[in-house]
């Protein structure tokens, strides 16, 4: 099979969309991307209750939230007295310096966490859990990367048909054209020629122009009028 790339315009054109799929799976191929992914399916995750909350000041925990806050009044308090560590980043990180804290972070704040005794109870099914997680993301992370890499290839596939499609029938289009323009001339090529060009010679790019020019047999195209010639027939 004939890559994508090394056919003609001709070939492109006759692709149906088996042999479209076909191309995109040869430059995967040629790529090393596997196009026979399927997606993982997330597994079903225990869920374990964690049965104790736990109260937080300044990084200090305890399970009494009454002292925690007590802890949060104090500081609040004597906030003009809390200091914090900073540096010059010109200078570099390891040479700091104190300066007031202008916004601590002396608020009270809550989370769960499991007790000792129901950790050690659900530890192998939560390692078991833990354990499955990281084999999905690495499946789904590898899943994700292929299937990025077959869409880019796709595009590139799919634009390139796309884009000799679209030649195709500027090429329709213009020789249609030149035909109206051959009728108003009374078949005579030449002026329909210089009616075309007029016309359209800023609308085709020069491969366009040249394909027309061959198909119709004409050796060449006449000279496109001037700007100032314009200017002036409109004038």
Request: aromatic residues 12%; hydrophobic residues 30%; contains cysteine.
């Amino acid at each position: 099979m004939n890559r994508i790339d090394d056919m003609t315009h001709a070939e492109i054109l006759l692709l149906d969309d088996d042999q479209i799929k076909d191309q995109i799976q040869l430059q995967c191929a040629e790529e090393g991307v596997i196009f026979t992914f399927s997606e993982p399916q997330p597994p079903v995750l225990a869920t374990f209750k964690r049965d104790v909350e736990v109260f937080t000041c300044a990084g200090i925990k305890s399970t009494d939230e009454a002292f925690i806050k007590q802890l949060s009044e104090f500081l609040a308090e004597h906030s003009d007295k809390i200091v914090k560590e900073d540096y010059d980043y010109n200078v570099g990180y390891n040479d700091k310096f104190i300066k007031p804290d202008d916004d601590p972070s002396i608020g009270v704040s809550s989370s769960h966490f499991f007790s000792e005794s129901e950790f050690v109870k659900y530890r192998s099914a939560i390692k078991e859990r833990n354990e499955a997680k990281t084999s999905y993301d690495h499946d789904k992370k590898e899943y994700d990367d292929m299937n990025k890499a077959y869409s880019r290839i796709e595009s590139y596939i799919w634009d390139l048909v796309r884009q000799h499609k679209d030649q195709e029938e500027e090429f329709v289009r213009a020789t249609h054209d030149f035909g109206e323009y051959l009728s108003l001339a009374s078949g005579d090529k030449e002026v329909a020629a210089r009616f075309f060009i007029k016309a359209w010679h800023k609308r085709y790019d020069k491969e366009l122009m040249e394909r027309v020019r061959e198909y119709l047999g004409l050796e060449t195209w006449p000279e496109p009028p001037k700007e100032e010639e314009k200017e002036e027939t409109a004038a």
